[in-house]
Nanobody, 118 residues
């Protein structure tokens, strides 16, 4: 199995920065990529950034140019560096890990709260 634990959330003023971390443990055999998602109150969960096992990254339009997804050398930790935060970035941020066939499974962490105030 895979365990994901997020950290780094908190309260930040608009225009500020935060770096989220996702600690990864367990059996990563067959994994194809990881991502950061967020869910604001009353809204659907949405993808923020993803990175594949071959280090191809893609971003939601709202994150492009402000957020960067990265990882350490051994995929023990995946980061989301966020800058120029806006009130609309307020949400619970969760990381996930995908495994491809034949496993075809998605794992989720519990999430970390990010609150941006003006």
């Amino acid at each position: 199995q895979v365990q994901l634990v997020e950290s780094g959330g908190g309260l930040v003023q608009a225009g500020g920065s935060l770096r989220l971390s996702c600690a990864v443990s367990g059996n990563l055999f067959g994994f194809t990529g990881m991502g950061w998602y967020r869910q604001a109150p009353g809204k659907e969960r949405e993808m923020v950034a993803r990175i594949t096992s071959s280090d191809n990254a893609n971003y939601a339009a709202s994150a492009q140019g402000r957020f960067i997804i990265s990882r350490d050398n051994d995929w023990n930790t995946v980061y989301l560096q966020m800058k120029n935060l806006k009130s609309e970035d307020t949400a619970v941020y969760s990381c996930n890990l995908d495994k491809g066939p034949p496993f075809s499974r998605r794992f989720w962490g519990e999430g970390t709260q990010v609150t941006v105030f003006s």
